[in-house]
């Protein structure tokens, strides 16, 4: 009898929890182009776009041109807002894909771009920047940016804006943020004053 009403406690206890309560976590895939499906730009500049698996059920697409990528999530992807947003500066993918999860369901992506910035005397600068990318039926879209030079702990700061603004990002609307220092190889999208 005591282990029946204990069980039916717990069970009462885990359901009047209130909802926001489970940590996200991340889950990680790698991301190399070679394996992904290609099909060929028919422009000069259009290098063409990329099909390649995510986790189950959120493909990955990516296509380039002028030395920029673009990156979207998801089975209407290419329609997304993220299948059209980039950094100002010349850019290129990163090798691996943290996605952030709460109860097993994505809700945003951390992936490491690199950065070619030109600085005041024409010389490039090499860096690297975390975009982060809201996932779901709101919208694909940027939420914000870290130098993954700058800061020590660029992870956790991208972790902190896609568990704290992700989930409620309006696309089109909400504006993304830079979080932490901006180094000299920091590029953030196009528009956005340093």
């Not at 993954?148 to 902190?160: H, S």
Request: include cysteine; hydrophobic fraction near 35%.
């Amino acid at each position: 009898m005591r282990k029946i009403s204990l069980s039916l406690f717990l069970t009462g206890a885990v359901l009047a929890a209130p909802v926001g309560v489970f940590a996200a976590e991340s889950s990680y895939t790698d991301f190399n182009t070679r394996k992904c499906r290609h099909i060929p730009g028919k422009e000069a500049e259009d290098y063409g776009e990329w099909h390649c698996k995510g986790l189950p059920g959120i493909p990955v697409y990516m296509s380039a041109g002028d030395q920029r990528i673009y990156v979207s999530y998801g089975q209407n992807a290419k329609n997304e807002p993220a299948a059209s947003q980039t950094l100002a500066s010349f850019n290129g993918e990163g090798s691996r894909i943290e996605w952030r999860l709460e109860r097993g369901k994505p809700f945003a992506t951390i992936m490491r771009w690199s950065t070619a910035v030109t600085n005041e005397k024409g010389d490039p600068v090499r860096g690297s920047v975390l975009v982060v990318t809201r996932l779901g039926a709101g919208g694909v879209c940027h939420v914000g940016y870290v130098d993954g030079g700058a800061n020590k702990n660029a992870n956790e700061f991208a972790r902190k804006i896609a568990d704290e603004r992700a989930r409620n990002f309006v696309c089109g609307k909400d504006k993304p943020i830079v979080l932490g220092e901006q180094g000299p190889g920091f590029s953030g999208p196009y528009g956005a004053k340093k």
